[in-house]
């Protein structure tokens, strides 16, 4: 597995998306891909699993992201030059060279950061943008000696609020439908932010596959 590249991403969207761009690598074997669960917990238990296979290839976390610094506009490629976690940990990563990346530091929070307040604390950190995943991985590749690269796109810039949706999306970010329903009943305003969220996340799909596309033409590292 010395040569192996695997592909992670948070979500089950966020997967879907990817194995659609990359899916002829993936078929050939060159390439893999597997989702870990949204949150620091759910990438620990990956780097678990990944301790366990004996895995000794490259790693490469891709997805959405929520833009801390204000420069930055929805559809952004922001590759890390660091993992942050939010006791003011670093794991220093050596970032690909991709066509019109912003490269910095990326903050790995424990909960979504849900409102253009919490964003504005968060900057404090010094990272270019927040995500939930990277840290545990990276902090695990690093203890490894093993190359891991950590790019996403931006979704929701520094301004943008996110829906707050409780607990109706499951672990890899899937609607529970009776749990949205109960909490949409209450706030229609949530379920038009909802609305407008999935409509970017749909408008920015290509980019993300874009992104999947020129990591796997990398290949592992």
Same mark, same amino acid.
């Given at each position: 597995?010395?040569?192996?590249?695997?592909?992670?991403?948070?979500?089950?969207?966020?997967?879907?998306?990817?194995?659609?761009?990359?899916?002829?690598?993936?078929?050939?074997?060159?390439?893999?891909?597997?989702?870990?669960?949204?949150?620091?917990?759910?990438?620990?238990?990956?780097?678990?699993?990944?301790?366990?296979?004996? %895995?000794?290839?490259?790693?490469?976390?891709?997805? %959405?992201?929520?833009?801390?610094?204000?420069?930055?506009?929805?559809?952004?490629?922001?590759?890390?030059?660091?993992?942050?976690?939010?006791?003011?940990?670093?794991?220093?990563?050596?970032?690909?060279?991709?066509?019109?990346?912003?490269?910095?530091?990326?903050?790995?929070?424990?909960?979504?950061?849900?409102?253009?307040?919490?964003?504005?604390?968060?900057?404090?950190?010094?990272?270019?943008?927040?995500?939930?995943?990277?840290?545990?991985?990276?902090? %695990?590749?690093?203890?490894?000696?093993?190359?891991?690269?950590?790019?996403?796109?931006?979704?929701?810039?520094?301004?943008?609020?996110?829906?707050?949706?409780?607990?109706?999306?499951?672990?890899?970010?899937?609607?529970?439908?009776?749990?949205?329903?109960?909490?949409?009943?209450?706030?229609?305003?949530?379920?038009?932010?909802?609305?407008?969220?999935?409509?970017?996340?749909?408008?920015?799909?290509?980019?993300?596959?874009?992104?999947?596309?020129?990591?796997?033409?990398?290949?592992?590292?």
């Amino acid at each position: 597995m010395d040569h192996a590249l695997l592909f992670i991403t948070p979500t089950y969207a966020e997967y879907a998306a990817v194995r659609a761009a990359v899916a002829d690598r993936l078929a050939g074997g060159t390439l893999r891909l597997a989702p870990c669960g949204i949150g620091p917990a759910r990438a620990l238990a990956l780097s678990r699993r990944l301790e366990r296979s004996g %895995w000794t290839g490259t790693l490469a976390l891709l997805g %959405w992201a929520g833009g801390l610094s204000p420069h930055l506009a929805a559809g952004d490629l922001v590759v890390a030059d660091a993992a942050l976690d939010g006791g003011g940990q670093r794991v220093p990563l050596l970032p690909p060279d991709l066509p019109g990346a912003t490269v910095g530091p990326l903050l790995s929070a424990p909960a979504l950061l849900l409102t253009a307040q919490a964003k504005r604390d968060a900057r404090s950190s010094g990272a270019l943008a927040v995500e939930m995943e990277a840290y545990p991985l990276a902090a %695990w590749a690093a203890a490894r000696n093993l190359p891991f690269v950590h790019a996403r796109i931006i979704l929701d810039t520094a301004s943008d609020a996110l829906p707050d949706l409780g607990d109706a999306l499951d672990v890899l970010g899937r609607v529970r439908p009776a749990r949205l329903i109960r909490r949409l009943l209450g706030r229609p305003r949530t379920a038009l932010s909802l609305l407008a969220l999935a409509r970017r996340v749909r408008e920015l799909e290509p980019a993300l596959q874009a992104l999947a596309r020129a990591l796997a033409a990398r290949g592992p590292q």
